[in-house]
């Protein structure tokens, strides 16, 4: 029967809204805390002096009230700014071990870029709001980020 499920219209409902963002960026996986020869042990052909490129897929996940008035949970046109400020600006056409102080001391594994994003996206969004990093590294690699 029509409105008769459990949850009533009024109840406060959650929801998850999602945008999804590319950037290019290269990077080479080189920790200051190996040695030469360990890096090359653990990183392989990522460790390459040269380097290599990626483009990477971030989706922005945010949780929330769905605000009975607005019918949302946040303004996806907000959200759209936040990411262009922390992931497009910093990171995209960029080299993220020259171009990035954080990624200086800071292995830029695809983990680490995401608790970058995590860590500055928390920043600029409404309290309590962020809910998932997930970016896809490469069609195949993927990592997820909760700020745990
Ligand atoms: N835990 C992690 N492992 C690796 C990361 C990382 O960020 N976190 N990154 C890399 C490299 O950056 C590399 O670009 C990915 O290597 P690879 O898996 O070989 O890349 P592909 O998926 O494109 O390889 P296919 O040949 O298509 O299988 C390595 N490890
Ligand atoms: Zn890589």
């Given at each position: 029967m029509a409105g008769s499920s459990a949850q009533s219209s009024t109840a406060e409902r959650i929801g998850y809204i999602s945008r999804i963002e590319s950037f290019s960026a290269c990077h080479r996986l080189h920790s200051i805390h190996l040695s030469d020869e360990e890096n090359k042990e653990v990183y392989?052909?990522?460790?390459?002096?040269?380097?290599?490129?990626?483009n990477y897929k971030v989706e922005v996940t945010v949780r929330g009230k769905i605000d009975a008035k607005t019918g949302m949970v946040m303004n996806l046109t907000d959200l759209k700014k936040c990411i262009e400020e922390v992931i497009m600006i910093p990171l995209d056409h960029k080299n993220l071990d020259k171009d990035v102080p954080y990624f200086?001391?800071?292995?830029?594994?695809?983990?680490?870029?995401?608790?970058?994003?995590?860590?500055?996206?928390v920043k600029?969004?409404?309290?309590?709001?962020?809910?998932?990093?997930?970016?896809?590294?490469?069609?195949?690699?993927?990592?997820?980020?909760?700020?745990?």
């Amino acid at each position: 029967m029509a409105g008769s499920s459990a949850q009533s219209s009024t109840a406060e409902r959650i929801g998850y809204i999602s945008r999804i963002e590319s950037f290019s960026a290269c990077h080479r996986l080189h920790s200051i805390h190996l040695s030469d020869e360990e890096n090359k042990e653990v990183y392989g052909k990522c460790n390459n002096p040269n380097g290599h490129g990626h483009n990477y897929k971030v989706e922005v996940t945010v949780r929330g009230k769905i605000d009975a008035k607005t019918g949302m949970v946040m303004n996806l046109t907000d959200l759209k700014k936040c990411i262009e400020e922390v992931i497009m600006i910093p990171l995209d056409h960029k080299n993220l071990d020259k171009d990035v102080p954080y990624f200086t001391t800071v292995v830029s594994t695809t983990e680490n870029v995401a608790v970058y994003i995590w860590d500055n996206m928390v920043k600029v969004l409404p309290p309590g709001l962020l809910y998932e990093i997930k970016i896809h590294e490469t069609d195949k690699n993927v990592v997820v980020y909760r700020g745990e």
